[in-house]
């Protein structure tokens, strides 16, 4: 027993320094998304900020597949040692459970949630040839002719998915799903025609609403957002429960020591800050987060509630 009780001593000093020496060797960023899109971008600046407020190089690593499952679940199996990180996004810390038969991971406890990074809102926006010039006669226009809308998304299961069928919900209005393999070619079909809508992230489509290629009718925000200050609010536009974003967020393996996540969190915030960080991402139409790991994990917590209920209710299912 004194010996037992002698070596627990020794321990503990010992697992304090290591924890305090945190960083000594390089970190892991996994994208769980192909390189180039959102998530792969955000993360690689946000490397370079870190690999300076650390002291050790930050590396990313793009493992897509399975809707983010396969590199989330690659972070969720990795040791809880503070150098393996997920950049991940509402689908495979929220959403994934519940359009997929089956996870390789319990979403619920497999990670130490850090830090919200960026939300991005949706916006609803309608073909420029369109007649319809407000929320309100959009959905007038579906209601009397159910299902001859066509609305566009990145694919079964996408954030783009879900906004319509919460749209559809919120509404009573019937509109046509229509996905396709990624947002890009949603919006080229858009804008010459071939669909009516979409329900967008804003810095995806911003560009074509400032060149007129699109019409946007809302914003499913709280408030007017400063990078289209005339487009109301769905709130405005007589909808005031359709409040919806696509989001990324920072998390680590669970049982990743709290001093460690609180450190990460810290240095996620103070990089957020920075001009070339937040306000690049605020200038292309995102809201940028920061916070603690308890308000992430709150976020978190509420994002999932909200989206069981809208996934269940339209069974939604992934590709």
């Known amino acids: 027993m004194l010996r037992r009780t002698l070596l627990a001593s020794l321990a503990i000093p010992a697992l304090a320094h290591a924890q305090g020496a945190w960083p000594s060797r390089p970190l892991r960023i996994v994208v769980p998304f192909p390189p180039g899109g959102l998530a792969d971008l955000l993360a690689r600046p946000l490397a370079v900020r870190l690999q300076t407020a650390?002291?050790?190089?930050?590396?990313?690593?793009?493992?897509?597949?399975?809707?983010?499952?396969?590199?989330?679940?690659?972070?969720?199996?990795?040791?809880?040692?503070?150098?393996?990180?997920?950049?991940?996004?509402?689908?495979?810390l929220a959403a994934n459970q519940f359009l997929f038969a089956s996870m390789p991971y319990d979403t619920r406890t497999a990670f130490a949630p850090t830090a919200l990074l960026v939300n991005t809102p949706k916006v609803i926006v309608v073909n420029k040839d369109r007649p319809w010039r407000s929320l309100g006669e959009l959905i007038a226009a579906a209601k009397a002719a159910p299902d001859s809308l066509r609305a566009g998304s990145a694919g079964n299961g996408s954030s783009l998915h879900i906004a319509i069928?919460?749209?559809?919900?919120?509404?009573?209005a019937a509109i046509t799903h229509v996905p396709y393999r990624g947002a890009a070619p949603a919006v080229t079909d858009l804008v010459s025609g071939q669909i009516d809508l979409m329900i967008d992230n804003l810095p995806n489509i911003l560009p074509q609403i400032r060149e007129g290629g699109v019409r946007a009718l809302a914003v499913a925000t709280p408030e007017r957002l400063p990078?289209?200050?005339?487009?109301?609010?769905?709130?405005?536009?007589?909808?005031?429960?359709?409040?919806?974003?696509?989001?990324?967020?920072?998390?680590?393996?669970?049982?990743?020591?709290?001093?460690?996540?609180?450190?990460?969190?810290?240095?996620?915030?103070?990089?957020?800050?920075?001009?070339?960080?937040?306000?690049r991402l605020a200038e292309q139409g995102a809201v940028v987060g920061g916070g603690t790991p308890e308000a992430f994990a709150s976020f978190i917590a509420a994002q999932t509630a909200s989206l069981e209920g809208v996934i269940r209710a339209a069974k939604i299912r992934a590709d």
Do not use: H
């Open 54 to 92: 650390l002291g050790q190089p930050v590396v990313v690593e793009n493992r897509p597949g399975a809707g983010g499952n396969i590199g989330a679940d690659a972070v969720a199996k990795a040791a809880p040692d503070g150098y393996t990180w997920l950049l991940g996004s509402i689908g495979p």
């Open 165 to 172: 069928e919460l749209l559809k919900q919120q509404s009573g």
């Open 227 to 279: 990078q289209i200050p005339n487009v109301p609010t769905t709130a405005e536009a007589g909808l005031p429960s359709f409040i919806f974003g696509t989001w990324f967020g920072l998390a680590a393996p669970a049982r990743t020591p709290a001093e460690i996540v609180s450190r990460m969190a810290s240095a996620v915030d103070a990089a957020l800050r920075e001009p070339e960080i937040g306000g």
